[in-house]
């Protein structure tokens, strides 16, 4: 069973014991939908800036000026701004598994799953062992946008980056069916 990488706080229920805890990669990372994101947000963002500078520095009328300042934004963040919320989203994100539920803790926002309930727990699984542990069906719509915290797209709950992703999955299926880790005798 893979032991504890990190301690986060857990508000167990009576009768509930931690398994499992960590935390995902921290800092930068790429995702498989950046080979198409990249070269996109390098165009867009060409476009935008290219946009204002030939209304600046042709005199155009305000109007046009200021109509290319949101999509100079979208542009930064497409390009540069994504990868930075997506680092300090991870930076306050811990994972947890209990004997029945799966935890998720982001900043102030906890997400407490039933193991009893969880239908659709795909792992994805990187050479180096680090994976992505997805709870519930994806749509296409939300693996292209998976990290990026766009607004009005649910992000489908998931333990991403985390080390050793094959244990984190085998320990999780076998909460699930109810054979349990022995407890480890606690040092007083």
């Known amino acids: 069973m893979p032991a504890v990488t990190t301690s986060i706080e857990l508000s167990l229920e009576r009768g509930e014991r931690q398994l499992w805890s960590g935390r995902p990669r921290q800092g930068l990372v790429l995702r498989p939908t950046d080979a198409f994101m990249i070269p996109f947000s390098l165009l867009w963002a060409g476009f935008a800036f ?8 042709r005199g155009a009328p305000t109007f046009f000026a200021l ?18 919320v997506d680092a300090w989203r991870r930076s306050r994100t ?11 803790a982001s900043g102030s926002t906890t997400k407490s799953l039933m193991l009893s309930t969880l239908s659709d727990v795909t792992l994805t699984e990187r ?3 680090t994976g992505t542990i997805t709870f519930g069906p994806a749509s296409l719509q939300q693996s292209m946008y998976a990290g990026m915290a766009w607004p009005g797209v649910p992000q489908v ?4 980056f985390v080390p050793d992703a094959r244990t984190v999955n085998q320990l999780i299926r076998q909460a699930q069916q109810g054979i349990l880790p022995p407890e480890e005798p606690r040092l007083h």
């Open 50 to 57: 290219n946009w204002e500078w030939q209304v600046l520095g």
């Open 94 to 104: 811990s994972y947890g598994v209990t004997s029945t539920r799966i935890i998720i």
């Open 127 to 129: 050479s180096d062992g």
């Open 67 to 84: 109509w290319g300042i949101p999509f100079m934004l979208a542009g930064l963040y497409v390009t540069v701004g994504r990868f930075l």
């Open 157 to 160: 709950p998931a333990f991403e």
